[in-house]
Nanobody, 124 residues
Framework: QVYLVESGGGSVQAGGSLRLSCVRS????????MGWFRQAPGKEREGVAS???????TYTDSVKGRFTISKDYAKNTLYLQMNSLKPEDTAMYYC??????????????????WGQGTQVTVSS
C-alpha cells in the first residue's frame, strides 16, 4: 500500500510563498504519476500540478508561472513551490499518486492514493 503525508501548509500574506511536501512510503515504485490538488469550500476539487514518471509536469492555467512541482526521487518526496500567492489560492491541498501515466493528469479520478491534506490560507 502507498501512504502519502503532506506538510508545509500555513497562513501567509498575499504575495508570499510556501513550499508543500508530500512524503510517499510503503510501496516505493518509481513508475508513478503524482499530483497536487486543492479544494476550497463550495468548490470542486481542482488539479493544480502533476509530474509523471519521466518528470514531465503539467499545471493548471491559474498557477502557471507561480507554482512549481518537483520530486526528489531519492527521498520519495513530492514538492509544490508556491510563489506570489493570492487569496484565491486558499484551499486544502492534497497530494495524490497513481501508477503509470495519464493523458490528462489533472483529473482527480486518475488517482487512487491520497494524503490527508494540508491547509493553505492566503490573506490580503
Amino acid at each position: 500500500q502507498v501512504y502519502l503525508v503532506e506538510s508545509g501548509g500555513g497562513s501567509v500574506q498575499a504575495g508570499g510563498s510556501l513550499r508543500l511536501s508530500c512524503v510517499r512510503s510503503g510501496d516505493t515504485d518509481s513508475s508513478v504519476s503524482m499530483g497536487w490538488f486543492r479544494q476550497a469550500p463550495g468548490k470542486e476539487r481542482e488539479g493544480v500540478a502533476s509530474i509523471d514518471p519521466h518528470g514531465t509536469t503539467t499545471y493548471t492555467d491559474s498557477v502557471k508561472g507561480r507554482f512549481t512541482i518537483s520530486k526528489d526521487y531519492a527521498k520519495n518526496t513530492l514538492y509544490l513551490q508556491m510563489n506570489s500567492l493570492k487569496p484565491e489560492d486558499t484551499a486544502m491541498y492534497y497530494c495524490a499518486a497513481e501508477r503509470g501515466t495519464a493523458l490528462n493528469p489533472l483529473l482527480s479520478y486518475m488517482y487512487s492514493r491520497w494524503g490527508q491534506g494540508t491547509q493553505v490560507t492566503v490573506s490580503s
